[in-house]
C-alpha cells in the first residue's frame, strides 16, 4: 500500500503589512479541501478533481466541458503515482469586497508509468512537466515507460461569494502572475508573487 506524507504547516508571514491572516475556520477549510484534491489526484479521480478547480479555468477552452476531459484523461490509462507530498505555507492574501484569497506552495515526487497503448504520448507528458517543474526536475527512462518528476508548485484558494461557500483552487505561477487576472485580481496576484520571492 503507498503512503502519502501529507505534511500541512501552516505559518503567517511575520512582516505582512498586506498580510491577511486566515481565520482558524478558513485554514481548516483550505487543508481539507487541498487533503482531497490530493486524495483524488493520487487516485486518478479526475472527474471529482474538476470540483476543486474555479470554473472560470476552463471558460477559454469551450469545445471540450470538463467532463470530456476527464474521460479523456481516464481513458489514456496511465498509472499515476504521487510520493512525498509536502503542503507548506498556507498565507492570507487581501481580500477584495466579499471574496477571499490565500496561496499554499507544496511539493512532490510524482511517477507515471505508461504502457504501449499509451507511450506515444510520452513526449507531450514529458514537455508539459518541464513546463510545470523545470526541465531539470523530469526524467523519462523509456525502457521501462517510466516518467518520474519532482517538483514544488503554488496555488491559489478562491472563495468567491458568487460560488458559494467553497474555496477553489487556481494554479499559481509566481513567473507569470497575471496568467489568471480574470480569475484574481491583480492587486492579490502581485501580493502573491511578492510572497513566494
Do not use: C
Not at 142 to 155: D, E, P, R
Amino acid at each position: 500500500m503507498r503512503k502519502y506524507i501529507i505534511v500541512f504547516a501552516i505559518g503567517m508571514l511575520s512582516s505582512g503589512l498586506i498580510a491577511q491572516p486566515l481565520s482558524k475556520t478558513d485554514s481548516e477549510a483550505i487543508n481539507a479541501r487541498f487533503s482531497k484534491f490530493l486524495e483524488h489526484t493520487s487516485k486518478q479521480e479526475f472527474d471529482k478533481l474538476l470540483n476543486f478547480l474555479h470554473p472560470k479555468q476552463f471558460e477559454g477552452n469551450s469545445s471540450v466541458s470538463m467532463k470530456e476531459m476527464a474521460q479523456m484523461l481516464q481513458l489514456m490509462r496511465i498509472k499515476l503515482e504521487m510520493e512525498n507530498v509536502e503542503v507548506g505555507r498556507l498565507n492570507g492574501l487581501s481580500p477584495q469586497g466579499n471574496n477571499k484569497y490565500a496561496l499554499a506552495d507544496y511539493s512532490m515526487d510524482l511517477k507515471l508509468t505508461l504502457n504501449e497503448q499509451n507511450k506515444a504520448f510520452a513526449d507531450q507528458i514529458v514537455n508539459g512537466l518541464k513546463g510545470e517543474f523545470g526541465a531539470g526536475n523530469v526524467t523519462y527512462d523509456a525502457s521501462k515507460y517510466l516518467i518520474t518528476a519532482k517538483g514544488a508548485k503554488n496555488v491559489i484558494w478562491v472563495k468567491e461569494k458568487a460560488l458559494g461557500n467553497d474555496w477553489y483552487l487556481v494554479d499559481f505561477d509566481p513567473q507569470r502572475p497575471q496568467a489568471w487576472k480574470s480569475i484574481i485580481p491583480e492587486k492579490v496576484l502581485s501580493e502573491a508573487a511578492t510572497k513566494t520571492k
